[in-house]
């Protein structure tokens, strides 16, 4: 798979200017010895993508917004990838993708935010190369179709490394995993933060301004994950996820509310035993364990200090208020073609949200319209989720214009 047992791993971000791809940067900064980053990907952000393309002399760039190619600032990016004699540079989602196939790339890290990481997904793995999923969307809309193909670059490996997920619940999961035999699994527990409304009634959402629910306690994120965060989607995401990274029926899975998000996950084994992993609350600590495996590196952070971390609580998470994580759910079990329904509309009904024209209680609301409204078919392929995608999103803005 790639050149991956040479001494230096070759990376392609996709998404490197937001949060995930910012902080994957920094990783491979601090150790340049063992990293090298040979293709960046954004959507709309070219003069970010122009600092990092010339800090990191990448050769090999992509913009996916098609609507930039003629973009006076795309020149420079022209003019400097084709100063090699191999550079390149392109325009559109089909130039993004062209990126995760780069021979000499061994490791793509997917940090695009949405549906759009999908195909990018499935391209890296049908390319044979390792994925660093920061992604939720690939899984939960497309893991009937991802997850096959990465079972099979293992077997032919002999060992599980195909997807790494970057998250730090699924990176936690796997690691509390590693050794161990899922037969003799009782139960995931996902963690959760509980987000900055943590306590509140539905009669005390009904007000909630973007600027309320983009304050995070605990993690620094982008804005659509930290809203996810907020109504609890982010978590019905990650149980989705998890159903497939791990092959987990519903049922053992749990969401179990950590305020201190010092607990990223734990695993709860047949005899009662139960592993957790604890670590600071920094992407880093998660995007660097994607980039290393098998080996673990220097810590990018200061590590917890038990000494001072004071009392960790528990508590289950109240899914009348927050209705996505039961929305969820149910869209997993139902399986087949209903999470790409779930998600297309969460993702127009964040975005409505964010811009001022929904209320914060109606992303939940419109989800559950949505979902409603569709005739659930098994998953086929990923024409046919982007055709499911595109009716969802449509269902989901009339909704919220009927409403407005």
């Known amino acids: ?4 047992n040479s001494s230096v791993r070759r990376v392609v971000v996709l998404g490197s200017t937001g949060s995930i791809g910012t902080q994957t940067l920094d990783v491979v900064r601090r150790n340049a010895d063992k990293l090298e980053i040979v293709g960046l990907a954004v959507n709309t952000s070219v003069d970010a993508l122009n600092e990092q393309m010339r800090a990191f002399g990448v050769r090999h760039v992509a913009v996916g917004d098609a609507r930039l190619a003629s973009d006076p600032r795309c020149d420079e990016l ?3 990838t084709g100063g090699f ?8 989602s089909d130039a993004v993708t062209d990126l995760v196939r780069l021979p000499e790339a061994d490791i793509v890290v997917n940090a695009l935010v949405g549906a759009a990481g999908l195909r990018a997904s499935y391209e890296t793995l049908a390319a044979g190369k390792v994925l660093a999923l920061a992604n939720k969307e690939s899984l939960v809309v497309g893991g009937d179709l991802i997850m096959p193909l990465a079972r099979r670059i293992d077997e032919a490996a002999g ?4 997807l790494m997920p970057i998250d730090s619940e699924h990176g936690a999961i796997y690691q509390c995993l590693l050794g161990e035999d899922p037969r003799e699994v009782a139960r995931l527990w996902v963690t959760a933060s509980g987000g900055p409304f943590r306590g509140r009634t539905r009669s005390d959402l009904t007000d909630i301004t973007p600027a309320q629910a983009l304050a995070h306690p605990t993690w620094n994120m982008g804005a659509k994950i930290s809203i996810d965060s907020s109504t609890l989607m982010n978590k019905g995401l990650e149980v989705i996820e998890a159903h497939h990274l791990f092959e ?3 049922d053992k899975i749990e969401v179990v509310v950590q305020p201190q998000s010092a607990i990223h ?4 084994f047949a005899d009662g035993s139960v592993i957790a992993h604890l670590g600071t609350t920094d992407m880093r600590i998660p995007i660097q364990f994607a980039l290393s495996y098998p080996k673990r590196w220097s810590a990018p952070v200061e590590p917890l200090d038990f000494r001072t971390l004071g009392t960790l609580e528990f508590a289950a998470p109240d899914v009348e208020t927050f209705r996505c994580l039961a929305l969820a759910r149910i869209a997993g079990e139902a399986g087949g073609t209903l999470p790409a329904v779930m998600n297309a509309a969460n993702e127009v009904a964040v975005a409505s949200f964010l811009a001022g024209e929904g209320s914060y209680l109606g992303i939940a609301e419109c989800v559950e319209a949505v979902m409603d409204a569709h005739d659930v078919r098994a998953v086929e392929s990923l024409d046919q989720l982007e055709e499911i995608d595109a009716w969802a999103r449509d269902r989901a803005r009339r909704w919220i214009t009927d409403r407005a």
């Open 85 to 92: 004699v191999d550079g390149t540079f392109g325009v559109g």
């Open 1 to 4: 798979m790639g050149s991956s």
């Open 159 to 162: 060992f599980k490394h195909a």
């Open 248 to 250: 987990m029926p519903y």
């Open 265 to 268: 996950s734990m695993v709860e």
């Open 78 to 80: 022209r003019s400097f």
